[in-house]
């Protein structure tokens, strides 16, 4: 094994440490910590596997937006928030079942998509092809739909943080 494959097992472990912390940590604000130590592994991973620009993207906007914007949230929810009350929910081990559903039908689907276990494009020696990249992008048949439902979906979770933490009393401020 080489210094490069042993970083990147090490790295890939801490990245995977990182992410079942923020799934059994108790506290939200311990969750949000332990995902941005998550978030910085897969950073790793990318600066690792010679693409940079996905790297710095994962730095810049994951860790330094999406990251601060759950951090912010927990904090605007702080107040509601009663540290005795217990943080799961009792039926948690009802969640294994559409989960594994989901699971099963992603491995299904994924099986059967030819492209899955196509060869892996390298990167080349001159860097990478960010004209390609920003088509992909923002074309209809690339991943425009999916970026679109990520800034809706944040959209929608910094308008229920707002929600949450008015004040809903009439006591108004």
């Not at 210094?3 to 799934?23: D, E, N, P």
């Not at 978030?39 to 601060?68: D, K, N, P, T």
């Not at 690339?142 to 006591?171: K, Q």
């Amino acid at each position: 094994m080489s210094i490069l494959q042993i970083v990147f097992l090490v790295a890939g472990l801490v990245t995977l440490f990182c992410a079942v912390m923020v799934v059994i940590s108790t506290r939200m604000m311990h969750a949000a910590f332990w995902l941005v130590g998550a978030l910085l592994g897969v950073a790793v991973l990318f600066a690792l596997l010679e693409s940079r620009f996905f790297a710095v993207v994962q730095v810049l906007v994951y860790i330094g937006a999406i990251a601060i914007l759950i951090i912010f949230a927990v904090m605007l929810t702080r107040k509601i928030m009663d540290e005795n009350q217990p943080r799961m929910n009792n039926l948690w081990g009802l969640a294994f079942i559409p989960v594994g559903g989901m699971l099963a039908g992603l491995i299904f689907i994924l099986s059967r998509w030819s492209a899955f276990s196509s060869n892996v494009r390298t990167v080349p020696l001159g860097g990478e092809d960010m004209q390609a990249l920003g088509n992909a992008l923002v074309a209809p048949t690339g991943y425009m739909i999916p970026f679109e439902v990520s800034s809706i979906l944040l959209l929608a979770a910094l308008i229920g943080a707002i929600f949450v933490a008015a004040d809903h009393t009439g006591g108004g401020r």
